[in-house]
């Protein structure tokens, strides 16, 4: 009887509620001066929890335009996880408010440059408000053009590694429900051009994105944007012929048909020799675009307008023969320069005449609205 009411007691002692106080005395002058200490930060440590535990069933998972999940607090405060599965994204116009707390988790996780990266976008999406609203300020705005400041200052003796990773940025139109055209801006070579939705920033999924060198005097930057096209297939195809011809090239699948963007920009550090007329020959020689590729690939070049159109052959694994479409622009006034390509093929050309209809709508550089 004795051992069972033993028993009682210790489990009463063991089960004993962590925030209630303590029924042992112990001699202030044997007690280790950190205990008082500890079990204050127990205490406090068991509230919050409760505190927590009370808010779980009531937190709300949401996602955004681009399917990203995010967490929405009873305080409202809104929570990024930033895992494995998270990828970055322009920020959205109707949903700005929403990239600042994706912001200020990129940076909790340090990733610094990403969250630079949106910050400008950010502040791209403020100014695009003003065009419809003067003095367009509301506080996610001032937030995020603080936030960028600060993150700025950490990389003034880094200025290239900076540019690489934040420019260009930009901000989709449009609401969660419907994604509009992409605003994209240069703060280094100072252009600002309109890209249909449906073409993707190669930036976004890769570490290094397009190139970034300086020849002589002279910087270059050359970002890409794609859109994925599902594959032709001529009648009569077969999917065992084509995996055989693709064996004996030691290759698995076919590379994707696709309309590919290019944005090619320069910045002369001393006056150069070129003019709007004949800047395509710097990018004509950085593409390889020689005499040679010009005969095997039948390509052929014309003026139209302002504008350039070429015709070009294409061969495909399989030794498939088909054609695409290459639209170009050129704007060269000392010390930028700018290159435009929109390329896709020849099958797509209603809808590579749309987006490039968009594209050349309205590109605005340096202040010059050309």
């Not at 700025?152 to 690489?164: A, L, N, V, W």
Request: aromatic share 12%; charged share 30%.
């Amino acid at each position: 009887m004795l051992r069972k009411g033993v028993f009682i007691l210790f489990l009463a002692v063991q089960f004993q509620p962590i925030s209630s106080e303590r029924e042992l005395i112990v001699d202030p002058l044997l007690e280790k001066p950190w205990i008082q200490d500890a079990r204050e930060e127990e205490s406090r440590s068991y509230f919050r929890f409760l505190s927590a535990s009370k808010e779980v069933g009531k937190i709300k998972l949401d996602q955004d335009a681009f399917g990203r999940n995010f967490h929405i607090y009873p305080s409202m405060k809104i929570q990024y996880t930033i895992d494995n599965d998270y990828r970055r994204e322009f920020p959205l116009l109707g949903d700005a408010d929403l990239a600042l707390s994706e912001m200020l988790a990129l940076i909790r996780v340090n990733r610094t440059m990403d969250a630079l990266f949106l910050g400008k976008g950010i502040g791209l999406c403020q100014r695009l408000y003003e065009r419809v609203q003067k003095n367009f300020s509301p506080p996610w705005a001032k937030s995020a053009n603080q936030v960028s400041n600060q993150l700025r200052s950490k990389y003034d003796d880094k200025p290239h590694e900076m540019t690489q990773a934040t420019d260009p940025y930009g901000c989709y139109e449009g609401t969660r429900e419907k994604l509009g055209n992409l605003y994209l801006e240069s703060e280094v070579f100072r252009y600002q051009i309109q890209i249909p939705p449906n073409l993707r920033y190669e930036g976004l999924f890769r570490k290094e994105a397009g190139k970034y060198k300086k020849i002589d005097r002279t910087t270059m930057r050359l970002v890409r944007f794609v859109e994925f096209l599902a594959p032709i297939r001529n009648e009569g195809w077969d999917d065992m012929e084509e995996a055989m011809a693709l064996q004996e090239t030691g290759l698995i699948s076919k590379v994707s048909r696709k309309i590919l963007l290019s944005i090619g920009t320069t910045f002369d550090e001393t006056p150069n020799l070129f003019t709007t007329k004949n800047y395509y020959k710097f990018w004509d020689k950085e593409r390889a675009l020689n005499s040679k590729i010009i005969l095997e690939r039948n390509f052929v070049r014309t003026e139209e307008g302002n504008d350039y159109i070429s015709r070009f052959k294409v061969v495909d694994e399989t030794g498939i023969i088909s054609y695409s479409i290459m639209r170009e622009y050129y704007y060269y006034k000392s010390p930028i320069g700018l290159f435009l390509s929109l390329s896709y093929p020849e099958q797509e050309k209603e809808i590579g005449e749309s987006y490039w209809k968009v594209i050349r709508s309205d590109v605005q550089i340096k202040g010059y609205k050309k």
